[in-house]
């Protein structure tokens, strides 16, 4: 981990930035551009693949703060950097190899966009079609760079810490927006106690932001000072994702834990640390939870009690219909959301595939539950991998959960899924890995 002061200041600073950027665009806009700039100069000049790497996880954390600060720039600009910075880290390295698979998903997923070209002028065409494949496009190109990446420990923290950093400002403008201002509490997602931005997007952002940083308290070597504010940033953040109202965030990174935890007991000498931290962070929310509670007029329990899926079952049986009436090919890339009410948006990744893309779509996700399968027995028979299975696991769980519950709005679970992929050395081994030019 870096200095614990320096750390420390960082997140303060970004804290700060956070509340500054949603006070004032322009500063946002800056913000998006000095980061484009910056992280290309870096990736273009660094020497370390990791490097790279950290720059793609600070752009996927800065995404949803750039669109709740309402940053005047392409909606999709998170989505193309992390997949440009992956290209210029295959064309940087020695040696590729690109696995199949991930290129075939992106490819049965492209041949609908010919009914969208067909229906749409240009320019709708343009949007439509970016805005549904930015996401499979993200993922592939994550899957291929990060399949070809070996980093040590030290460097992975490095990296999640990356992803965070600018996650500390999304936490300072819900804090803010849900406590400083007088908020009508219902059972509905909460817009305002989302800083007046996509409850969903804020929700998942955070709850991926604290399911890092459990599993960094849970598996690296911090210093105690260090481990103490990083659960309780991590319990702010999970805090504030269940205060949008919008549970799936909170589900999907509960449920990727508990996934990799068997994997982490078993897999890691410091059992008893483990379960001391997993008990205090435990401890932390349930003491939190009834006061939030309070405060919300008990909304908050009732939210959480809910069995309904917030009308996402309506629209999966509308994209299931679309599939029985167009198997081959779908109604084409983004064309079903003119089918569902209010032409909302899908709001499952899978459903919205089969209705778009036809049996391509199936297959597509056929072809990246093949390399999930693959990736998850090459964890299990590594014996290297054994430290660190729990975190590997639960980054493979995560966009599974994400994408069952949410169409690819964000660069999250490209991101998330792209970590699963890499290879994890131990810290007193150098990787030998770096950039021919």
Not at 62 to 84: C, D, G, N, P, Q
Not at 104 to 116: E, G, I, N, Q, R
Not at 394 to 418: C, E, I, K, Q
Request: charged share 10%; aromatic share 10%; proline share 5%.
């Amino acid at each position: 981990m870096p200095h614990s002061g320096r750390l420390v200041l960082i997140l303060l600073l970004h804290l700060a930035l956070g509340l500054a950027m949603h006070r004032l665009p322009p500063l946002a806009t800056l913000h998006t551009f000095a980061t484009v700039l910056a992280v290309l100069a870096i990736s273009l000049s660094t020497r370390s693949p990791a490097v790279v790497l950290m720059c793609a996880a600070y752009v996927s954390g800065s995404e949803v703060l750039w669109r709740m600060s309402r940053s005047y720039t392409f909606h999709e600009t998170a989505k193309y950097m992390i997949s440009l910075l992956s290209v210029i880290g295959l064309v940087r390295l020695r040696r590729v190899r690109l696995p199949g698979a991930a290129m075939l998903y992106l490819a049965l997923l492209l041949p609908a966009a010919v009914f969208t070209f067909y229906n749409f002028p240009l320019n709708q065409f343009r949007k439509t079609a970016m805005f549904n494949l930015s996401g499979p496009i993200a993922v592939t190109f994550c899957l291929m760079y990060c399949s070809n990446l070996r980093i040590s420990i030290p460097e992975l923290w490095r990296v999640v810490l990356a992803f965070v950093n600018p996650l500390c400002g999304v936490l300072a403008i819900t804090v803010s927006s849900s406590y400083l201002h007088k908020v009508n509490f219902t059972t509905e997602s909460n817009v305002q106690t989302s800083g007046g931005f996509g409850p969903n997007q804020v929700a998942t952002s955070l709850a991926l932001g604290a399911l890092l940083l459990v599993l960094a308290v849970l598996l690296a070597q911090i210093p105690q000072k260090l481990r103490a504010a990083l659960i309780a940033l991590g319990t702010l953040m999970i805090l504030q994702s269940s205060m949008t109202f919008s549970r799936g965030g909170v589900v999907a990174s509960a449920a990727a834990l508990l996934c990799a935890l068997p994997f982490i007991l078993t897999g890691h000498k410091y059992r008893r640390q483990i379960l001391a931290g997993l008990a205090l962070v435990c401890l932390l929310l349930l003491l939190a939870f009834p006061v939030l509670n309070a405060y919300t007029g008990g909304k908050l329990a009732e939210r959480f009690a809910e069995k309904e899926m917030s009308g996402r079952e309506g629209l999966a049986l509308i994209d299931w219909m679309l599939f029985e009436e167009n198997p081959w090919f779908g109604v084409g890339v983004g064309i079903s959301s003119y089918f569902h009410p209010g032409r909302a948006a899908a709001h499952t990744e899978f459903t919205r595939a089969v209705a778009e893309h036809g049996l391509l779509g199936f297959f597509a996700y056929v072809c990246l539950a093949w390399l999930l399968i693959r990736r998850s027995a090459s964890i299990l028979l590594d014996p290297a991998s054994r430290p660190l299975r729990g975190f590997l696991v639960a980054l493979m769980a995560w966009p599974v959960l994400y994408m069952a519950v949410n169409a690819m709005r964000t660069s999250a679970p490209a991101f998330a899924l792209g970590l699963a992929f890499l290879t994890i050395l131990p810290a007193d081994r150098r990787t030998g890995q770096a950039f021919s030019r």
